[in-house]
């Protein structure tokens, strides 16, 4: 089993930054890739970024694209999304994520964390 805390959420202003940090913790020898997902009300759980655990390679969803960055601190099993120029589009619930290849669905990833809301006013 692998623990994953998020954390860094918050209420911004459109246009301002925020950085979510998401703890691994347990069996994080397994852990092959750590991605991030957002939801809100009513809708499904979107793709936001993945990044392989030891390759660090990334993806991104095309709605973050150039705006968010995620990193990984593979020594202190850590996971980072750097949000910036935020909208109030973003405003969701975000979910980080870890799982054995860089898929963008959340059916790919076998363990999750408990989320943390961010949310954008204008």
């Known amino acids: 089993q692998v623990q994953l805390v998020e954390s860094g959420g918050g209420s911004v202003q459109t246009g301002d930054s925020l950085r979510l940090s998401c703890a691994a913790s347990?069996?994080?020898?397994?852990?092959?890739?750590m991605a991030w997902f957002r939801q809100t009300p009513g809708k499904e759980r979107e793709f936001v970024a993945t990044?392989?655990?030891?390759?660090?390679?990334?993806k991104y969803g095309a709605s973050v694209l150039g705006r968010f960055t995620i990193s990984r601190d593979y020594t202190k099993n850590m996971g980072y999304l750097q949000m910036n120029s935020l909208k109030s589009e973003d405003t969701a619930v975000y979910y980080c994520?870890?799982?054995?290849?860089?898929?963008?669905?959340?059916?790919?990833?076998?363990?999750w964390g408990q989320g943390t809301q961010v949310t954008v006013s204008s």
């Open positions: 994520a870890a799982g054995s290849g860089l898929g963008m669905l959340p059916t790919e990833y076998d363990f």
């Open positions: 347990g069996r994080t020898w397994n852990v092959q890739a």
């Open positions: 990044i392989g655990w030891p390759t660090g390679i990334t």
